[in-house]
């Protein structure tokens, strides 16, 4: 009888072998990048998975293995009955690839490896892909309807979703203070003309224009939506950008502290739109931080909003209302009040530092952002996280991945475990505001009594339905009840 090892150089046939091995847990965005990588080389991939009671195992063989199988680059996956460099010794693959946080240590493989010629390959995979080359040859799966819910993580984290619809009918028992960056949004819709004979520019004629409070105003807004007491403190322009932003708050019922700075405009991000997709995107704003005079009235607002809160929240986008200094005195009195404090620091044009906002219980920042925040931009998704974690001394951290999903990194029995959550929208239509509405309603979730696994399935529930409308539209507790208890839309498992 044939063994494994020679069954699979068999099957290879005269390719080249590239080899994996793992525990494969969760399969997370950085696996799946470092399997393009191994795919890229040619050959064939075999991905080998680790036994049932080895170092790090938490899922069973079997259903592991599955996962694996399901995705199209990977030609063979075997599971493993004894150590990988054992099997490797046997094997005897071309390539073996590894993630780059193996680079620089002892690797037992080597001496094998070498020994036949063979050669080890680190890397972490490239930071983008499309998430549909993922699958197998049959595409994307069928979807039904607009949001899918997975319920692989519910038994994972042992949690139902009357447990979440409990949740969001908890948040009308709080008090949350926002404050950050105003920013108005701006959509523009226009009929394209075609190309100018001048020269090669597209020609439009603006039809409609509608604008949406953005920013942390809108933080402000899906706080209030959702049915808690919102306090919202910021800088803006003596514009009338300004004051639609105030009208608007104003039929929310949010209690506006927004103070006048006659030297800045109030940021205002314009969207020029044609047949559904965005053209050209012009933005007014100034980034030079507000003065100490306004500084200072900005902490003596957060410390008389934060007495008696139980939510902070800072929706940073790096325009100036939220200098270091404020941040420091206002996240110091946030802690004598013990008030849960949160922070998201946004850059998409600009940079940002997620890890100035020190001990906090919740930040969200993109993997672009964690990467700014530590300074890394080659190390695998999993280990900036880490590294993110200990700089920023944050108790829990979603990293939101776009059409990637989500990646959750938190505390579990005692240590730190990661777990991730596809995109539950497949089919967006403006995917801007996605981030702010994880955010807000993950925080809100964590201090209404969910533990973080609740809270980022929650998040991702409020992101998908955001995405599904053009614009930063309120989350509203009505509308999230109904994505969760939909009967039609009952969760389904599907890998990305």
């Known amino acids: 009888m044939h063994s494994l090892a020679e069954e699979v150089r068999r099957r290879a046939a005269d390719d080249k072998i590239i080899f994996i091995s793992g525990n494969f847990n969760i399969l997370h965005p950085g696996h799946l990048r470092l399997f393009r990588f191994a795919a890229e080389l040619g050959g064939r991939l075999v991905v080998g998975v680790n036994a049932d009671g080895q170092e790090g195992v938490t899922v069973e063989q079997s ?42 240590l002892l690797n037992e493989e080597q001496g094998i490896v070498d020994s036949y010629g063979g050669t080890i390959l680190f890397s972490s995979g490239e930071v983008r892909f499309n998430p549909s080359e993922l699958m197998g040859s049959g595409g994307s ?39 950050g960056d105003l920013i108005v949004d701006e959509y523009i819709n226009c009929d394209p003309l075609g190309m100018s004979r001048e020269d090669p520019t597209l020609v439009v004629t603006p039809v409609e224009s509608k604008r949406f409070i953005g920013g942390a105003g809108i933080v402000a807004s899906h706080a209030r939506g959702l049915g808690a007491a919102v306090t919202f403190i910021s800088i803006a322009g003596d514009d009338d950008a300004a004051q639609f932003a105030r009208d608007q708050l104003a039929r929310q019922k949010v209690d506006q502290q927004i103070f006048v700075d006659p030297t800045r405009p109030t940021t205002l991000k314009q969207r020029f739109r044609a047949a559904g997709k965005t053209l050209l995107r012009v933005n007014h704003l100034r980034q030079l931080s507000v003065s100490p005079a306004l500084q200072k009235r900005l902490i003596s607002a957060a410390e008389k909003a934060l007495q008696g809160a139980d939510v902070l929240l800072f929706s940073d986008f790096n325009y100036g209302c939220l200098a270091q200094s404020v941040v420091e005195r206002i996240s110091a009195f946030g802690r004598e009040q013990g008030v849960l404090m949160a922070a998201d620091s946004q850059a998409s044009s600009q940079m940002s530092d997620i890890s100035r906002f020190k001990g906090m219980s919740l930040i969200t920042p993109t993997e672009h952002e964690v990467r700014l925040a530590i300074r890394e931009e080659e190390a695998g998704l999993i280990q900036i996280t880490e590294r993110l974690q200990k700089v920023a001394d944050a108790e829990n951290l979603l990293v939101t991945l776009g059409a990637e999903g ?32 994880v955010f807000t309603c993950a925080a809100m979730a964590l201090r209404a009594g969910a533990d973080i696994w609740q809270a980022a ?20 507790t009505p509308a999230l009840l109904r994505e969760v208890s939909r009967s039609e839309r009952e969760p389904q498992e599907y890998l990305l």
Do not use: C
Not at 145 to 169: C, E, H, W, Y
């Open 406 to 437: 989500m990646l959750i990194y938190a505390p579990k029995n005692n240590t730190y475990h990661t777990d991730r959550l596809p995109a539950f929208n497949r089919a967006p239509k403006d995917v801007a505001g996605a981030g702010d509405s």
């Open 141 to 179: 799966p069928q979807i039904e309807s607009m949001i899918i819910k997975p319920s692989d993580f519910l038994r994972r984290n042992g949690f139902s979703m009357r447990v979440l619809s409990d949740t969001l009918a908890s948040f009308k028992n709080l008090k949350v203070v926002v404050i």
């Open 63 to 104: 259903r592991r293995l599955e996962d694996v199988r399901s995705i199209g680059m990977v030609h063979e996956a075997i599971a493993l009955a004894e150590e990988a460099v054992d099997f490797i010794a046997r094997l005897r693959p071309e390539f073996v690839v590894k993630g780059k946080e193996f680079l620089g």
């Open 457 to 476: 399935y929650l998040g991702s529930i409020a992101a998908a339905w955001q995405v599904s409308h053009v614009g930063n539209t309120q989350l509203t």
